[in-house]
C-alpha cells in the first residue's frame, strides 16, 4: 500500500502530466485502462533521453576553488572565467549562482509543445530538480550548508544552489 506522501506525489504528477499537449494527444489513442504513468512510460522511454537527463536531475558537484560547482556547467576556461568574474567584484555566492543554475524552460526549447505547457508544470519540474540537487550537495558534501532554490516562478523557473 503505498503512503500519503506517495499517493499525493503519484496524484500530482499525474496533474501535471495531464496539462502537457503530448500526454493528452497519446491518451486519445490509449486505451482508458492504459492511461497513467508507467503505460506513458513505456511508450516514450528512451534510454539516450534518460541518459541526457541524468546531468540535469542528478549532476556532479565538484569543489573548485572552495567553490561547490556543477561539473557540466563549468566553463572550458575557468581561469578566464574568473577574470572576468574579479573584474565584476563577483563574490563566491555569485559565481557559484551563475555556474548552478538551471532554467528550466530553456532545457525544453525543442519541445514542440514548449509554448503549450503551462508554466506551472515547469515549476513543478524546478521544485523536483532543486528537491534532488539538495539531496545530491548534502550527500556529496556533508559538512557544507547549501541554499538550494527555485526563483522567477512567474516567468521562467530558474533553479540554483549555492553555499549558505
Not at 565538484?62 to 567584484?89: K, T, Y
Not at 557559484?96 to 532554467?103: A, F, S
Request: glycine share 2%; aromatic share 12%; net charge negative.
Amino acid at each position: 500500500m503505498l503512503s500519503i506522501t506517495a499517493l499525493i506525489e503519484r496524484e500530482a504528477i499525474m496533474h501535471y502530466l495531464s496539462l502537457t499537449p503530448a500526454y493528452q494527444r497519446w491518451c486519445m489513442d490509449a486505451p482508458p485502462e492504459s492511461r497513467n504513468i508507467a503505460s506513458y512510460t513505456a511508450y516514450l522511454a528512451r534510454v539516450d533521453h534518460l541518459l541526457c537527463y541524468l546531468p540535469i536531475l542528478y549532476p556532479t558537484f565538484v569543489s573548485v576553488d572552495d567553490l561547490i560547482l556543477r561539473a557540466e556547467a563549468l566553463p572550458d576556461d575557468w581561469n578566464a572565467f574568473m577574470s572576468q568574474a574579479r573584474a565584476a567584484h563577483w563574490s563566491p555566492r555569485q559565481i557559484e549562482y551563475v555556474i548552478n543554475h538551471l532554467h528550466v524552460c530553456d532545457v525544453f526549447l525543442n519541445d514542440p509543445d514548449h509554448d503549450a505547457i503551462p508554466l506551472e508544470v515547469y515549476g513543478f519540474l524546478a521544485n523536483v530538480i532543486a528537491d534532488l540537487w539538495r539531496k545530491r550537495l548534502q550527500d556529496a558534501f556533508p559538512q557544507r550548508r547549501f541554499e538550494v532554490g527555485v526563483t522567477d516562478r512567474d516567468v521562467s523557473p530558474e533553479v540554483y544552489a549555492v553555499q549558505a
